[in-house]
């Protein structure tokens, strides 16, 4: 077997390595890239400047330095599968 055919033969077992690892373990690789959720959560607590609010999903979140007061309801968005909030505003009312 010549260099090159060698060469190629290991790279195509390290691909067929890697996917069957990944197949193994439910395609762990795919969790690195999130996706960006925007909701809608109300301010629920505030204590020491941070507000704590609930989105669709359940989970608790906090905003630091929050300038709002329980009960107000925001725009948030944040990272799937993560608890920081990444941007929010306040809700528009039309």
Known sequence: MSGKKMALLV???II????GVQAM?????KDLIRTDITDQAKV?????GICSVIGSDQHPRG?????????DTLIITY???MASV?????????
Request: net charge positive; charged share 25%; hydrophobic share 35%.
């Open 11 to 13: 790279v195509i077992i």
């Open 16 to 19: 067929g390595v890697f996917f």
């Open 25 to 29: 373990f439910g395609f762990p690789i």
């Open 44 to 48: 629920v607590t505030k204590s020491e």
């Open 63 to 71: 905003i630091p330095d929050c300038p709002y007061k329980p009960g």
């Open 79 to 81: 990272k799937q599968g």
């Open 86 to 94: 990444e941007k929010y505003q306040t809700k528009k009312l039309m």
